[in-house]
């Protein structure tokens, strides 16, 4: 919904605001320590959510603040648009709760944007990957693939 702000901002963003905290002290747990951690307050806070969707959030969650490094591949779909964005993590995750652009989502990373992909490049494999109900997955199996469509040329 926000992926053409995010683009001109140079960010990508997740939701989940409503845990209501900076997770960045929380970046060098592994990952059953993090669980540990956010498993009460996502029980609280969703608790009308199954058991198997909260625990999918805290693992999109801890791959966003904690798996996912500077230097990194990501791709954004703008599936309205028919493109897909490219781009290179800056930097670590970062909290902001009083964001000054229109994306109401606390949970960042700064993005430096490479490439815009159309929809029609990318594909179907790929394609079906993108389209997954989750927020935050590994697309490293794909990494070839991914690597010729950005690499080709530069914006």
Known sequence: MYANLAYN?????????????????????????????????????YAGHSKGSRGQSIGQIYRFTNLMKTGDIVLMPQTKEGKVFAGILEDEYYYDDKPKDKCPYFHRRKVKWVKVIDLNDVPQELKYTLGSIMTVFSINHHSQVIESLISDQMI
Do not use: H, M, T
């Not at 939701?15 to 009460?40: H, Q, V």
């Open 9 to 45: 901002e140079g960010f990508i963003a997740i939701g989940w605001n409503e845990i209501g905290e900076d997770l960045s002290k929380y970046r060098n747990l592994d990952k059953g320590a993090f669980f540990k951690f956010l498993r009460p307050i996502v029980e609280k806070v």
